[in-house]
C-alpha cells in the first residue's frame, strides 16, 4: 500500500496551489505529495478567465513563470447598471484575463516539476483510520496519508466523505463567447460587472471580459449568474442576459444572433461553513467563490497558502484538527473583500439600484477614493485587504451613504421581486 504525507483530491488551481505552497515552505516533501485529479490536462475550465493582481502576487511568491501564458492585461473595472457606468482603477498592472485550460495546466505541471506525484485518475472515496486515512481511487488501489486536502471543486465528494455539509446552495450560470474583432472602449482593457439582474428578477451579476480563445484571437468572454436550479433557470437567465446585452450596444453589436450558452454551477463563501475537519482540510471553490464578482481564484490563492500553512504545522506537532485554519483563512487578502461583496446582495432585492451601488459609484472629491475605488484597489493588490479595516476607510463608507441618501430615494425605484 503506497504511503504519502499528503494527498490532493482535485487537480486544479486550489489543489496544485496547495502542493506548490507545501513545497516552497518545504522541499524536502518532494515524493511525499499526491495528486489525484480525475482529468487530463490541458482540459476545458467554463469560466470567466480574470486573474486578480492579488493572485498574481501569490504567483510571484511561488516564483511561477508566466512569460509564455496568453493574456489580456486590465486596467479596472467597468461597473455598471442600466445606463450608469463607473470605471475605478486598479493602479498596477497585476490583473488579466486568460484562458483557464492553459492557466491551470501551467499550475499542475509546475506542481509536477517541483515534487508532488500526479495521477490522472478519480479519487472516488476516502475514510479515516487510527493513524491516517485510507484514500481510494477509481483503480481500485488504496493509498494512506496523513493529510488529505479537498480541492475538488464545487462538484466535488470530498466533503461527503467526511460528512462535512456545505452551507450554501449552488447557484447556476451561464457563459457565451463570441469573437471581439473590432475594439469597444469598454472592453478594450476594462472587466465590465453589469449588477442590473436583480431588477429583473435574478440575484447576481452579469459580465463582458476581453478574453482569448484557444488559438489566441480576441473574444468577448461574456455570461449571467444567480440562477435556481429549476426547470426554467436556463431559459430566466439567457432572457435577462439578452435584456443586458441590448444595454450594452457596441457590444452587442459584436454578438451573433444564435449565442450558443454553456451552463456550470458555482458556490457562494459562507465564513459559518467547516472549512476543515480531523486531518482534511478544504480549499477553493470547495469552500466557495466571492459573491460579488464570481472570482474564484483569489480564494484558490489564499486558502491553499493558509492550507499549507496549517497543514506544515500539523506535520510538525501532531495535532491535525486544524482550528487555526479558519483563523489564517479570515486573516487572507480575499477575506475582506467577501465581506464588502456579501453586503451587496441581501438588499438589492429591495430598490433598483440597491443602496450599496448607488453609494459606492459615487464620485468622489477630488485625489479621493470611493467603496468601489477601495475594492478595485485590493482586487489588485494596490492596496493591502486590511486597509478595509481602518478608520479611512469607514470615514469614506460614512461620507457616501450620508451623501447618497436624497438622490438614492429619488431615482431608485422598488425591486420586482
Not at 482540459?43 to 511561477?64: A, N
Not at 480563445?213 to 436556463?234: C, H, K, L
Request: hydrophobic fraction near 40%; proline fraction near 7%.
Amino acid at each position: 500500500m503506497e504511503r504519502y504525507k499528503v494527498i490532493i483530491v482535485g487537480g486544479g488551481p486550489s489543489g496544485s496551489l496547495t502542493a506548490l505552497y507545501l513545497l516552497l515552505f518545504r522541499p524536502e516533501l518532494a515524493g511525499e505529495i499526491l495528486i489525484l485529479e480525475s482529468k487530463a490536462f490541458p482540459r476545458e475550465k467554463i469560466c470567466g478567465g480574470g486573474v486578480s493582481g492579488r493572485v498574481g502576487m501569490r504567483l510571484e511568491e511561488l516564483g511561477l513563470d508566466l512569460s509564455d501564458l496568453p493574456r489580456v492585461p486590465i486596467a479596472g473595472f467597468a461597473v455598471c447598471f442600466r445606463e450608469m457606468r463607473y470605471y475605478p482603477d486598479f493602479g498596477n498592472d497585476r490583473c488579466f484575463v486568460t484562458r483557464r485550460s492553459l492557466f491551470d495546466h501551467l499550475l499542475l505541471r509546475a506542481a509536477r516539476e517541483r515534487g508532488a506525484e500526479v495521477r490522472h485518475v478519480p479519487a472516488v472515496g476516502a475514510f479515516r483510520e487510527r493513524k491516517g486515512l485510507r484514500v481510494l481511487d477509481g483503480a481500485g488501489r488504496i493509498f494512506r496519508c496523513e493529510v488529505l486536502v479537498g480541492a475538488d471543486g464545487v462538484n466535488g465528494r470530498s466533503r461527503a466523505w467526511f460528512g462535512v455539509p456545505h452551507a450554501r446552495k449552488k447557484t447556476l450560470l451561464l457563459q457565451v463567447e463570441f469573437p471581439l474583432e473590432m475594439d469597444v472602449p469598454d472592453l478594450h482593457d476594462r472587466l465590465v460587472l453589469d449588477f442590473s439582474p436583480p431588477r429583473l428578477g435574478i440575484n447576481g451579476y452579469a459580465w463582458f471580459f476581453p478574453s482569448l480563445d484557444e488559438e489566441g484571437r480576441r473574444v468577448v468572454n461574456a455570461g449571467i449568474s444567480g440562477g435556481e436550479f429549476d426547470g426554467r433557470a436556463a431559459r430566466r437567465l439567457k432572457d435577462a442576459f439578452l435584456t443586458i446585452l441590448s444595454e450594452h450596444p457596441e457590444i452587442a453589436a459584436r454578438a451573433p444572433s444564435d449565442l450558443r450558452f454553456k451552463a456550470y454551477p458555482e458556490r457562494c463563501f459562507s465564513p459559518f461553513q467547516p472549512l476543515a475537519t480531523e486531518r482534511v482540510v478544504f480549499v477553493g471553490e470547495q469552500l466557495g467563490v466571492d459573491p460579488f464578482n464570481g472570482e474564484g481564484l483569489g480564494i484558490c490563492a489564499d486558502s491553499a497558502a493558509a492550507a499549507a500553512g496549517v497543514i506544515l504545522e500539523a506535520l510538525d506537532d501532531g495535532n491535525f484538527s486544524f482550528r487555526g485554519y479558519r483563523r489564517q483563512l479570515f486573516r487572507s487578502p480575499f477575506f475582506p473583500l467577501y465581506l464588502i461583496g456579501t453586503t451587496y446582495w441581501p438588499q438589492s432585492r429591495w430598490r433598483q439600484p440597491c443602496f450599496l451601488f448607488s453609494m459606492s459609484t459615487r464620485r468622489p472629491p477630488a485625489g479621493g477614493l470611493n467603496v468601489i475605488d477601495y475594492y478595485a484597489r485590493v482586487f489588485s493588490g494596490s492596496i493591502p485587504g486590511e486597509e478595509l479595516y481602518t478608520l479611512r476607510f469607514w470615514r469614506t463608507v460614512l461620507r457616501d451613504a450620508v451623501g447618497i441618501i436624497p438622490e438614492w430615494l429619488a431615482t431608485s425605484t422598488p425591486s420586482k421581486r
